[in-house]
């Protein structure tokens, strides 16, 4: 690089520093920065990783010509087939030194690649799915996993991770139900958010997806229409994106697949201009979803070809298209005919230059040969503080459904005959989710293959009651209609003391497992065989320990009343053998909490807690009654928590003022635990219908058995705030209901004030409700 150029100069914003650069560039070259190259190995072996992508084999560019003028992006250049570390950090670097010897100007590309469980590649530390973060209401702990990620991808020569997912789950039978962290705007914002500050504060750009509307699709099918209002759609499935962005201060967005009320969100100015930018302030880069531009007229036929496609997109404020240049590398002849400005082409390539200078990429210093390689040492991606961060994770995103026979915990000195069934026992590959490489890659060259090592549940236990008399079967597959096992784990369990029942998913794509992209559910029944399965083990009158490994709730009401206990594990990760085992011996009090509800039936779909009156059980209206068998925010201890003393601030405030909510949670058991205090809003009256009640605060406390703590919810009039009948966000006078307690349903604290004065619209709202726990020792018998 030559270091006189002003595109080198580091005392320049970076801006303006992309600006010179920018100045310079023919239209070729600019079109260039707005593509990406996906290397794929030659011997790949078949099974879609994205959608469609068999389609987008025959006429793919060479890397010789897809950089001849330059390259935005390079995609996924770790995830894509299992090489060590420290083989696919030297092909990278090899590939950038390529990049830069063909640029006239000597431009690396951006390396990107998924985070969403972890670094996927091979050999990285896998961390339980999204959903399990939602169960540790944690966002501190979820900031520290993100930013392990970004440290671990940072030093192989990764610039960007496309994570978090901020879907708010809208369907239980949609397949990326595992992705999401939750159905609830605020609890997926707040954790989302926490995400994107942790993965950028280890310098990788972090970016949300799926912007927006993809959860909410018809009966829950991947890439199907959606069709939804626009409260709904700015309260609900927008409010993650928009506290990400302002709060989080997030790099990069991808756009939704799915078309909202018939226009593709990949077409969209309204979402990907107005909204994000202009509205929010957003100043990174779009990034398409993969090959969502050549969808426009591939799959939405709201285009004739693919130039046009690009034209669409580009107008709608898409900057870079992944996972390959198509509809962009067409676009220089509907520039030259003037059927598309340059300045929209210099627009979208000022931005991915400017995200280049930030990064460091046109500092005249920049090398290819990224800081682990250059140390030369051995590549660690599964180091123990990695391992620790994960076993943190699993243990507090375990739920503890029900314990109504109070058999958990199991001792860890019991010599009980204890049968170990279902499929999920032995399959460590169940704790792992769709984007993790194990299931997302790695199971096309070597189906049982992990990689790292996963302990089992079975052998997780076994090392958890070492003299417990422990009888695995099997029983059924998950998915294959194989019952030929099915007679060996009755007599286990017929013989047993005590039986732990794993029963639940396998994560892979399009359709190879049971949860993940494109692996939707026609119900909510278990998977397979295995209710069968549940109700013979049910049968032998032994008492069961039912244990959910899934990436989706299932409908238990079926079962619930007579097992002994159940437990729900949502993909836990490398360490989630360990953490269930612990949880069911004790080991570790459990303090998950439900991010989605669990259903009591399998149909009467979708219904999620956020919903107006009708939307739940009216007698005499529907035969039908949505009300979950455990609600959102449900999760019981082996402790016991009371919360008393509930008071406001003030019982009046004005429309734009703020008071603050108390609580004294006690822990008044016997062990230490941890607890998730949850307060909610209720809008009893107002202009347009309204959820029952919203979740607008949370604080996850560590308490010791008999300690106690106040905990303070400062509440912004915004906090209230709904989109009108006039479709702008309003502050509305009138009563409000605050309630504090374990979940959506066991609120035992109510308080009700009073917001005075004019309605106020709101265009920048306060989005969070910040919390300060102050601790003390007092008498709680």
């Known amino acids: 690089m030559n270091p006189t150029q002003p595109w080198h100069d580091v005392a320049l914003s970076s801006q303006e520093r992309a600006r010179a650069l920018l100045a310079v560039m023919t239209l070729d070259e600019k079109l260039a920065q707005l593509g990406s190259y996906w290397p794929r190995p030659e011997d790949e072996p078949s099974g879609d990783v994205a959608p469609m992508e068999h389609a987008f084999q025959e006429g793919r560019r060479p890397f010789v010509e897809a950089m001849a003028h330059g390259l935005g992006h390079l995609t996924r250049p770790f995830g894509s087939a299992p090489l060590r570390p420290e083989v696919a950090a030297a092909t990278l670097a ?9 640029s006239r100007w000597q431009i690396p590309a951006i390396a990107h690649e ?3 469980t972890g670094f996927t590649t091979y050999l990285a530390t896998v961390y339980p799915a999204a959903i399990a973060w939602g169960a540790t209401f944690d966002p501190d702990l979820v900031r520290r996993m993100a930013n392990a990620i970004g440290q ?13 997912l901020l879907d708010v789950v809208r369907d239980y039978r949609w397949g990326r139900v595992e992705e999401t962290i939750g159905e609830d705007p605020y609890l997926v914002g707040m954790l989302g958010t926490a995400y994107v500050q942790g993965l950028q504060a280890a310098g990788v750009i972090a970016t949300l997806k799926h912007f927006a509307g993809y959860p909410a699709s018809k009966a829950g099918r991947n890439h199907a229409p959606v069709s939804i209002g626009p409260r709904e759609l700015v309260d609900v499935i927008l409010t993650p994106f928009e506290m990400a962005v302002r709060e989080g201060r997030v790099g990069s967005v991808m756009n939704s697949y799915s078309d909202l009320d018939g226009l593709p969100a990949a077409a969209s100015r309204e979402l990907l201009t107005t909204t994000l930018r202009e509205r929010w302030g957003f100043e990174g880069t779009v990034v398409s979803d993969y090959w969502a531009i050549a969808f ?10 693919r130039a046009h496609s690009g034209a669409i997109a580009l107008t709608a404020g898409i900057d870079i298209e992944l996972p390959e240049s198509d509809a962009y590398a067409h676009l220089a002849p509907l520039v030259a005919s003037g059927e598309v400005s340059e300045d929209l082409v210099d627009r979208a390539a000022l931005r991915v230059l400017t995200q280049k200078a930030q990064l460091g990429l046109l500092d005249a210093g920049w090398s290819a040969q990224p800081p682990a390689a250059r140390a030369g040492a051995a590549i660690d991606l599964d180091s123990s503080g990695n391992r620790a961060i994960a076993r943190q994770i699993a243990c507090e995103s375990v739920v503890l459904l029900a314990n109504d026979q109070h058999l958990l915990p199991i001792p860890a000195t019991t010599h009980a005959r204890i049968a170990v069934l279902g499929p999920c026992a032995d399959n460590p590959r169940t704790f792992l989710g769709c984007y993790s490489f194990p299931n997302h890659v790695l199971a096309r060259y070597e189906p049982r293959a992990t990689g790292v090592e996963v302990p089992s549940l079975l052998s997780a236990l076994r090392t958890e009651l070492p003299n417990a008399d422990i009888d695995y079967q099997q029983g059924v597959p998950i998915l294959d209609p194989d019952a030929s096992g099915l007679a060996a784990a009755v007599e286990a369990a017929t013989g047993a003391d005590l039986v732990v029942l794993a029963v639940g998913d396998l994560a892979a794509l399009f359709g190879r497992g049971t949860s993940g992209e494109g692996c939707d559910a026609e119900d909510l029944r278990l998977p397979g065989l295995q209710g069968g399965l549940v109700e013979a083990v049910l049968a032998t009158g032994t008492p069961v320990v039912l244990v959910m490994v899934t990436g989706r709730p299932y409908a ?17 990760g490398e360490e989630g053998g360990g953490a269930i085992a612990a949880v069911l011996s004790g080991a570790v009090n459990p303090s998950g909490h439900l991010p989605v509800g669990i259903p009591r039936t399998p149909g009467g779909q979708p219904g999620t807690y956020l919903a107006p009156p009708l939307g739940r ?6 035969n039908l009654d949505p009300a979950p068998l455990y609600p959102f925010g449900h999760g019981l201890s082996y402790t016991r928590f009371s919360y008393r003393d509930l008071q406001l601030s003030q019982h009046e405030i004005a429309t734009d003022g703020t008071l603050t909510v108390s609580v004294l949670v006690a822990n008044t058991g016997d062990r230490d635990g941890q607890d998730v205090v949850q307060l909610y809003l209720s809008d009893p009256i107002a202009q347009v219908t309204r959820p029952v009640r919203a979740l607008i605060g949370f604080a996850r406390l560590d308490l010791p058995a008999g300690a106690s703590a106040v905990v303070d919810f400062e509440v912004h009039a915004d906090r209230t705030a709904f989109t ?4 702008h966000r309003i502050v509305e006078p009138g009563e409000i209901v605050l309630s504090v307690g374990h979940s959506s349903e066991d609120l035992p604290l109510t308080a009700r004030a009073q917001l005075r004065g004019p309605a106020r619209r709101v265009d920048n709202p306060v989005l969070t409700t910040p919390v300060e726990v102050h601790h003390q020792r007092v008498d709680v018998a």
Not at 296 to 303: A, Q
């Open 617 to 622: 059980g009216s007698d005499g209206i529907s």
């Open 724 to 727: 009108g009948v006039d479709l």
């Open 556 to 572: 238990l009401g079926a079962y619930a009343e007579r097992c002994a206990a159940v437990v729900q594990a949502f993909m836990p």
């Open 94 to 102: 090899s590939t950038q030194e390529q990049i830069v010897a063909a």
């Open 114 to 116: 998924e985070c969403l």
């Open 296 to 305: 426009l007229d591939l799959m939405h036929h709201v285009s004739p070809d």
């Open 152 to 164: 671990d991808m940072a030093k192989v020569g990764v610039h960007q991770g496309l994570s978090p």
